[in-house]
């Protein structure tokens, strides 16, 4: 006779629960640097996270867009423009306007790398450079949002062709182990949030 009180019996082959982290979505104004200002609309964002739902569903992890607004950048001191130009974009971003319950994901129109996250918030380039993998996504801003998310999930870079958290690549496969790792770190967020 099995006995179950207060368990549920897991099976390998079990599905997992939803995990469902919210996000907000930042559309980067500035007329002093033009190149911060993005030009993709909120219609283009909508379908950038169905796209990011998309890759993350083997993880069962969703992130819910709960706003899309503007975001008018700092009018800091301008800076040449170069390959490590991620600090003087994170400079521009006014932190103190962003969520304490979300996740915040800027979009801005050209910089160097494709996107980054080193503490909030996300960023993301709406022109990324790549190389094409088979099976990745033709949604290459989704790939790249869907990668920096990779990170806030505490995933690290690695780097075989198609998956997810190889760099400068479109392909979006997550192993195991990442799933598993990710999905512990999205719990956090959750009961953080
Ligand atoms: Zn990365």
């Known amino acids: 006779m099995l006995l179950l009180l207060g368990a549920l019996p897991v099976c390998a082959d079990e599905p997992f629960s939803l995990i469902t982290l919210r996000v907000r979505a930042h559309l980067v104004r500035s007329v002093a640097h033009p190149r911060l200002q993005t030009t993709l609309t909120d219609k283009e964002v909508r379908v950038i996270f169905d796209e990011v739902n998309a890759i993350w569903s083997p993880a069962a992890v969703r992130f819910e867009l709960e706003a899309i607004d503007t975001l008018q950048a700092l009018e800091i001191a301008p800076k040449r423009w170069f390959i490590k130009d991620r600090d003087w974009v994170k400079a521009a971003i006014p932190t103190q306007q962003l969520s304490a319950t979300a996740i915040d994901v800027c979009f801005v129109k050209d910089m160097g790398p494709n996107g980054f996250f080193y503490g909030e918030p ?10 094409k993998v088979s099976g990745g996504t033709a949604n290459i801003v989704a790939r790249v949002t ?48």
């Not at 996300?122 to 190389?131: I, K, L």
Request: charged residues 20%; positive net charge; glycine residues 6%.
């Open 122 to 131: 996300v960023v993301v380039c709406q022109n990324p450079e790549f190389h």
């Open 146 to 193: 869907a990668h920096e998310l990779g990170h806030v999930l505490f995933l690290q870079h690695r780097q075989e062709r198609t998956n997810l958290m190889a760099s400068g690549k479109n392909g979006v496969a997550l192993n195991l182990r990442e799933i598993t790792a990710a999905r512990k770190r999205a719990l956090e967020i959750v009961a953080k949030h």
